[in-house]
């Protein structure tokens, strides 16, 4: 493990849940990031948080909205998705914003 | 904003042979490079990266190469091995502030025993 890790690992939805996904990292990193990842696509940057504050947002639908209580934890929490949203959800860290160090992502369906 | 282009979308190899994977990149001011390995069903990880300031940077069998004018970058692999395959990304941004890393869009490297 790279000391960072995301839950859960699998996760089907239907449009009308709520859930939230979950990233923890031990490294002292004090970055975080949310990205997806759909298939034959460029890995796609959510969101940035530096120090617990939100520095990125990339025009990212209000249906997802993260949250990142400490430097640690992050976040993201999704209600009335579309099954567009289907994808992986990566969490990544960094120091000072360069060499990331991923999760494992969150393979999600939305039905 | 940024924009890369990585070629070839996918690259089968005899094992033992060499693989070459090229991202070129729009912005000028884009100073750090860095290339990703995710083997499948596994995370990215990060397995080089170079800086605009050097032109080369080797680490042992997986090398990077930099051209600022034409802006373009190259990932060669020598000596391929079947754990190599894996799908490659590359990124650029300008340095501090990965908020603008732009990521290729992936290049599957087979290599074939």
């Known amino acids: 493990e790279t000391g960072v890790t995301q839950t859960p690992r699998h996760l089907v939805m239907g449009m009308t849940n709520k859930k939230s996904l979950k990233c923890e990292q031990h490294?002292?990193?004090?970055?975080m990031y949310w990205y997806k990842q759909s298939a034959k696509k460029p890995l796609e940057l959510m969101f940035v948080y530096s120090l617990e504050e939100r520095v990125e947002n990339n025009s990212v639908p209000s249906r997802f909205s993260p949250e990142c209580p400490n430097s640690s934890h992050l976040f993201l929490h999704l209600h009335t998705l579309q099954p567009e949203d289907s994808a992986l959800y990566l969490c990544?860290?960094?120091?000072?914003?360069?060499?990331?160090?991923f999760g494992s992502g969150t393979q999600l369906s939305v039905l | 904003g940024e924009n890369v282009e990585q070629h070839p979308s996918t690259l089968s190899v005899q094992e033992g042979d060499s693989a070459v994977i090229k991202c070129t990149y729009s912005?000028?001011?884009?100073?750090?490079f860095p290339w990703y390995k995710q083997e499948l069903g596994k995370r990215p990880q990060l397995i080089i990266d170079?800086?605009?300031?050097?032109g080369e940077k080797k680490d042992q069998r997986i090398a990077v190469t930099l051209n600022k004018t034409a802006k373009h970058f190259s990932l060669h692999i020598t000596e391929t091995q079947p754990e190599d395959s894996a799908v490659y990304f590359c990124a650029a941004s300008f340095s501090g502030s990965a908020r603008q890393l732009t990521f290729g869009s992936g290049t599957q490297l087979t290599v074939l025993p």
């Open positions: 990544a860290s960094s120091r000072g914003f360069e060499k990331l160090f």
């Open positions: 912005d000028s001011a884009s100073n750090y």
């Open positions: 170079i800086r605009s300031n050097v």
């Open positions: 490294l002292g990193h004090n970055a």
